[in-house]
């Protein structure tokens, strides 16, 4: 089982920028691919962006790629997601997760929250415009 902290969310103007973290616990040491989703108000929860374990392969949802960037720390337990040009339909609640079943960024960028056992408190977005 693996714990999840998200971080670095808030109200930010159209066009502006935010970087959110996520810090892991539990379940660490196993390779995993770290991925972001957000939740709209009266939507789904959706994938946004994944990253692979080492750091060097990366996927995005069309509505994020260009202007969004995940990264993740050298010490593995933390990933962030830089947004810049945010515009209001990014206002969601952002969550984090771990994938330690799959390796492929493709087919996880395919999956929905149902893939995922455990969820964070998330961290809300919210952008004026």
């Known amino acids: 089982q693996v714990q999840l902290v998200e971080s670095g969310g808030g109200l930010v103007q159209a066009g502006g920028s935010l970087r959110l973290s996520c810090t892991a616990s539990?379940?660490?040491?196993?390779?995993?691919?770290m991925v972001w989703f957000r939740q709209a108000p009266g939507k789904e929860r959706e994938f946004g962006a994944a990253v692979s374990w080492s750091g060097t392969g990366t996927v995005y949802a069309d509505s994020v790629k260009g202007r969004f960037t995940i990264s993740r720390a050298n010490v593995k337990t933390t990933v962030y997601l830089q947004m810049n040009s945010l515009k209001p339909e990014d206002t969601a609640v952002y969550y984090c997760n771990a994938d330690f079943e799959l390796t492929n960024l493709g087919a996880i960028a395919t999956l929905g929250d149902e893939h995922y056992d455990y969820w964070g408190q998330g961290t809300q977005v919210t952008v004026s415009s």
């Open positions: 539990g379940r660490t040491l196993s390779r995993n691919v």
